[in-house]
């Protein structure tokens, strides 16, 4: 039987213990927080403080940085990168590549397209279908 964590290290030469999250065999960094019943692809990273929260997808390819939050149901897809500290509303959807900078907030139901850039500390909030609303 294989071990369940794997060992990276880090731009500073230090080392960094991912686990093997159970559903979808995802790498959970030690210090985060992922609900068993959330999905973390093969090819995922979470980091270390960073909460994936119940119902969530993390596909394959994306990474959640440090201190972000990922809420309830919300959707998370290849290769979309999710800044330190943002925060991802529940059923939230973010697309392909898409890049959310560090401290942005996203609203519980938006839709953020594909290869979109959510600048640092912004505030996005969408109709279902993708259209921005005012802030």
Same mark, same amino acid.
């Given at each position: 039987m294989g071990k369940n964590y794997i060992d990276i290290e880090d731009d500073q030469g230090g080392t960094l213990r991912y686990r093997k999250h159970a559903n979808g065999r995802g790498l959970v960094a030690h210090g985060a927080k992922v609900s068993p019943k959330a !999905? /973390? &692809? %093969? *090819?995922?990273? /979470? &980091?270390?403080?960073? !909460? /994936?929260?119940? =119902?969530? !997808?993390? %596909? %394959? *390819?994306?990474?959640?940085?440090? *201190? $972000? /939050?990922? *809420?309830? =149901? $919300?959707?998370i897809d290849a290769g979309a990168h999710i800044g330190r500290g943002a925060a991802v509303g529940p059923k939230a959807k973010i697309g392909v590549r898409t890049n959310v900078g560090s401290g942005a907030q996203i609203a519980g139901g938006s839709l953020i397209g594909d290869d979109e850039v959510i600048l640092e500390g912004e505030r996005v909030a969408t109709d279902r279908r993708g259209f921005r609303l005012a802030a």
């Open positions: !999905r /973390v &692809e %093969a *090819g995922a990273y /979470v &980091e270390p403080n960073a !909460r /994936v929260l119940d =119902g969530a !997808r993390i %596909a %394959a *390819g994306a990474w959640i940085e440090p *201190g $972000a /939050v990922i *809420g309830p =149901g $919300a959707t």
